[in-house]
């Protein structure tokens, strides 16, 4: 009987310390603020998001070695409209790929397998611009066939962009030679003109001193 009036107080007694508020208030050893992560791509659109594996050729060793697995995009710039392919690792977010897409790049399917596809690049992933030769895997053949078919598209539509541009730089170099050489020609116009009037005699001609003797 004594043992369990004991046993009861000393739980009472635990009980009791556990609901003791003391009061005490203790500040966080560190403060953490939140800071805003910025990707660089915050100014484009991206045109196509696909997961993918990125591969590239190893020239010294003359073989594909990995560059990452994760996120390959086609990113439109929404003021100057150029586009660019970034893909980054899934988890480090590391940049496995970057550069744009021009007029002159093709991609073909990699020989023997139709998920893949390969590609010549002057990449700057590691911050310095380096010819890179990429080999890009799917998941699936329709990845792989979306990818070809955006890349090709937006080559295409940067040619047809330097053709207009270079057009409308041809038609105003035009107009201005139209308009210098109309300049040119009023020029030309106006020297005969202003000679012509320079050789007319000015005034009217002195009178001999007989014409002015009759006069008087």
């Given at each position: 009987?004594?043992?369990?009036?004991?046993?009861?107080?000393?739980?009472?007694?635990?009980?009791?310390?556990?609901?003791?508020?003391?009061?005490?208030?203790?500040?966080?050893?560190?403060?953490?603020?939140?800071?805003?992560?910025?990707?660089?791509?915050?100014?484009?659109?991206?045109?196509?998001?696909?997961?993918?594996?990125?591969?590239?050729?190893?020239?010294?060793?003359?073989?594909?070695?990995?560059?990452?697995?994760?996120?390959?995009?086609?990113?439109?710039?929404?003021?100057?409209?150029?586009?660019?392919?970034?893909?980054?690792?899934?988890?480090?977010?590391?940049?496995?790929?970057?550069?744009?897409?021009?007029?002159?790049?093709?991609?073909?399917?990699?020989?023997?397998?139709?998920?893949?596809?390969?590609?010549?690049?002057?990449?700057?992933?590691?911050?310095?611009?380096?010819?890179?030769?990429?080999?890009?895997?799917?998941?699936?053949?329709?990845?792989?066939?979306?990818?070809?078919?955006?890349?090709?598209?937006?080559?295409?539509?940067?040619?047809?962009?330097?053709?207009?541009?270079?057009?409308?730089?041809?038609?105003?170099?035009?107009e201005k030679l139209s308009v210098e050489e109309k300049k040119t020609e009023d020029k030309a116009e106006e020297e005969p003109a202003k000679a012509k009037k320079e050789d007319e005699p000015k005034g009217e001609p002195e009178k001999s001193d007989a014409e002015k003797k009759n006069d008087e």
């Open positions: 009987m004594a043992t369990s009036d004991s046993e009861r107080r000393d739980d009472e007694e635990a009980h009791a310390g556990e609901d003791e508020d003391t009061g005490a208030q203790v500040a966080p050893i560190v403060k953490l603020e939140a800071v805003d992560v910025t990707t660089g791509e915050e100014d484009e659109d991206a045109v196509l998001d696909l997961k993918a594996k990125l591969y590239r050729f190893d020239k010294d060793g003359n073989q594909w070695k990995e560059r990452g697995a994760g996120t390959v995009k086609f990113l439109k710039h929404k003021q100057t409209g150029k586009v660019r392919l970034v893909m980054r690792q899934s988890k480090t977010l590391k940049i496995c790929a970057n550069h744009l897409v021009l007029p002159s790049m093709t991609v073909q399917e990699h020989a023997g397998n139709d998920k893949s596809c390969v590609w010549h690049a002057t990449d700057f992933a590691d911050g310095e611009l380096k010819d890179e030769l990429f080999c890009i895997r799917f998941p699936s053949i329709e990845n792989c066939k979306s990818f070809m078919e955006t890349f090709q598209e937006i080559a295409e539509s940067q040619q047809k962009k330097g053709e207009n541009k270079d057009a409308s730089a041809a038609a105003g170099l035009l």
